[in-house]
């Protein structure tokens, strides 16, 4: 189907500058999965407005000319009605402000493309520092920029020199799992929908960042500790196993299997001991509790419930399943339910369990692309 390239822009523009509203943010989203053409844009706005590009006009100090196209592709961009003049007017001097700030800064800088989102993708993907994309999960080798990329074993590994200071970006899309050997021989499980940025290289420190699920096994090296950035906040392990939940970002959860980590917060840190876990909001303070083993199930291949609320459940649903999930009443988001869902077995053989043990009624809409939800007393 045709798609309309200025609308497709506006769209971009506006999640780039971080003014998307969720309405559209939801728009960009469907166009993304269902319109390679859209895709397409999203590729190629995110090269021209960081990475490469940025470095070659930061080299080049040709900035009046990008500076000029952006302005121009923001100013004949249309006019809907749910879009103001006040927010056009904001995401334009925030996008000037983003590109000035990058073409004054030292060439030093890390340079890495914005991450495609996990929702854009169907399969295992790793961008590279440049840009460019290489699907995973075929287990075939493949070879970019000097470096040879293997996949043996459902895990991912590779040989050469890349630069520490340039980020590559591991996307595991909904439905999916994936783990990644890093070049310091530490292992990383990613659960569905999340994101690890990482050098190719590491220098003389040992950093990710992660948006999503992860389990850590950190090879242990005392002169180079290694550090989780998380939102508002960093876990710093010497060697360890632990687990990274951020799925919601205003409430990130740490469990510690084994070893020690310190988490780093600014409203004060905490060293966890195995068997604890921390559940970290920007604004308190982190406090350590216990946890139960059934938290680290989802490596194993299925999830644990204790008395969990059915809004909770409706998330893992979503993200195993890559099925949107709606709550038809308070009452079903605030149900409790104990049991287990098997990763890999059908979405029904669950609900039918859910209906059965807990009268919480469900119904498909769209084919199966999203799921409702009613308790029925």
Known sequence: MPVDSEYIEQLVLEHITGVISPEDSITLKNLLEQEPEAYAIWQKMHRQLTGSYMQSVREGLQDTLPLKQILETAGKRKRRKIFTRTVLGTAASLLVCSLVYKLLMPAFQPISPAPIPSFALKSVALQLPGGQ???????????????????EGGKLSWSGEGNSSQLATLIVPPGKDYTVRLPDGTEVMLNAATILQMPLTFGDNREVTLNGEAWFGVAKNEQKPFRVHLPKSTVQVLGTTFNVNTYDSSHVKVALESGAVRMLTNDGDLLLEPGNAVHYQPGKK??????????????????????????????????????????????????????????????????????????????????????HLLYRP
């Open 286 to 371: 982190p406090v350590a509790t216990t946890f139960d083993a059934g938290l680290f199930s989802w490596k194993d291949g299925y999830y644990v419930f204790e008395h969990t609320p059915i809004s909770e459940i409706g998330d893992i649903i979503a993200r195993t399943y890559r099925v949107k999930v709606v709550m038809d009443s308070r009452a079903t988001a605030n149900r409790e339910y104990s049991s287990r869902l098997e990763k890999n077995a059908p979405l029904e053989q669950f609900l039918v369990r859910l209906k059965t043990l807990n009268n919480i009624d469900y119904q498909f809409e769209n084919g199966d692309s999203v799921l």
């Open 133 to 151: 994309l290489l699907h995973l999960g075929s287990g075939q080798q493949q070879e970019a920029d000097g470096i040879i990329f293997r996949e």
